[in-house]
């Protein structure tokens, strides 16, 4: 018999699995391995936000199995309706622990559509930063004609990429485990397509026509990309990961205060019953003293205020903040301050005290050729651990 201790390691283990499916409004048919998953908790609770102060609802929904596999049953058709899923749509669903399933929707243009919302946002309507980080997001399965190159849906193109964006002709996609690529872009008449590196692109990643590709835009012609898998399951790189503490991954995506309220009982979601106390349990950190400010992502970024010390000397860079992107030892990082530029500064970082790290060798030389004053404020962008796009608000 499995001691206490081991059923909470396994029920630590036992969450975060994400799955595509497509919609059906009665029953819907699970991947075995969620299935398993929800049967250890006893039954499936389905969570989403009402809209009303970040409050949520619970719909306690049967897992069932037939001839077929196992599916939703009881209390599933409840949700749909309630949720204003339709016909056609996709859904991503993640188990959260114990059971505990959120749900995103990709509605027939394959864009994040907020349930329970009755239409979609206009074209260029006025949303808050919060909620424009949550929607810009859509889904492509990828029939044959998407192997050499993909097309953004033309609601995702209107609603989030600027005009001014699109005249660069690229894009930079982050790969499921670090790996950063540029694409091309390709424009025929109001479609827009990643062209340019695509195949190049999908090729690293051993993705086919039997895969699924979930997308998020994070600005400035930058993505991100999670793959699923022909059972409908996220699937794990075969290249080698670029590790992030799980604990601060967690953090980006955890469900809302409301959820954990509402579950904090019996259901705990996230790494467990007690959340760690420290620096990494808050995403921004400032320092008076330092004019710093950071926030560890996905996406990370790291925001300083130049004085002239910092200027002719270096840069101190916090240690959480380096633990969280991988620093352990010295190594040297690509300066860009366009991405769509061949300009690049090459600048060494190298161990300080405390688990901090220090800008070295090139620092001076990128300030210099940006002319960079006391006062302004660079904003560190990064796009991989090695590669970070700079931003330069003068004073």
Excluded at 22 to 51: H, K, M, N, W
Excluded at 70 to 78: D, M, R, V
Aim: with cysteine; hydrophobic share 40%; aromatic share 8%.
């Amino acid at each position: 018999m499995a001691s206490f201790g081991d059923q909470e390691a396994s029920n630590s283990m036992a969450k975060n699995l994400r799955v595509l499916l497509q919609f059906s409004g009665d029953t819907l048919r699970i991947p075995e391995e969620l299935a398993a998953e929800i049967c250890a908790a006893g039954q499936a609770l389905v969570v989403r936000p009402t809209g009303a102060g970040g409050k949520v609802k619970v719909w306690p929904v049967e897992v069932g199995r037939d001839g077929g596999g196992a599916f939703l049953g009881g209390g599933w058709a409840e949700f749909a309706e309630a949720s204003g899923v339709e016909a056609g749509w996709l859904l991503v669903l993640r188990h959260r622990g114990r059971g505990v399933l959120t749900v995103k929707a990709f509605d027939d243009s394959r864009c994040l559509r907020e349930l329970g919302a009755d239409t979609p946002p206009e074209a260029g309507a006025t949303v808050s930063r919060k909620d424009a980080t949550r929607k810009r997001q859509f889904i492509s399965a990828l029939p044959t004609n998407f192997m050499e190159k993909m097309r953004i849906p033309a609601n995702f193109v209107q609603q989030y990429l600027p005009k001014e964006h699109l005249n660069n002709q690229s894009a930079v996609i982050l790969g499921p485990f670090g790996k950063v690529h540029n694409i091309k872009l390709e424009m025929v008449l109001s479609d827009v397509f990643l062209a340019g590196g695509w195949p190049q692109f999908l090729a690293f990643h051993d993705i086919t026509e039997a895969n699924a590709l979930l997308l998020r835009y994070e600005g400035n012609m930058f993505f991100t990309v999670k793959v699923f898998g022909p059972n409908g399951c996220l699937r794990k790189s075969k290249h080698k990961e670029v590790r992030v503490p799980q604990n601060i991954e967690e953090k980006q995506e955890a469900p809302s205060a409301s959820i954990q309220k509402c579950c904090k009982n019996d259901l705990p979601i996230g790494d467990g019953e007690k959340k760690p106390q420290g620096p990494i349990t808050s995403l921004k950190k400032a320092s008076s003293r330092l004019k710093c400010i950071y926030e560890i992502g996905p996406p990370a970024w790291i925001r300083k205020e130049m004085s002239i010390k910092s200027i002719k000397k270096f840069i101190p860079l916090p240690g959480v903040f380096c633990d969280a992107i991988g620093f352990q030892e010295a190594c040297t990082i690509t300066f860009k301050t366009s991405l769509s530029s061949t300009s690049s500064w090459h600048v060494r970082v190298l161990p300080f005290k405390n688990c901090s790290h220090q800008t070295g060798a090139g620092w001076r030389r990128f300030c210099q050729d940006n002319k960079i004053k006391e006062g302004d404020v660079c904003t560190f962008n990064i796009i991989d651990s090695t590669l970070w796009h700079v931003v330069i608000s003068r004073r």
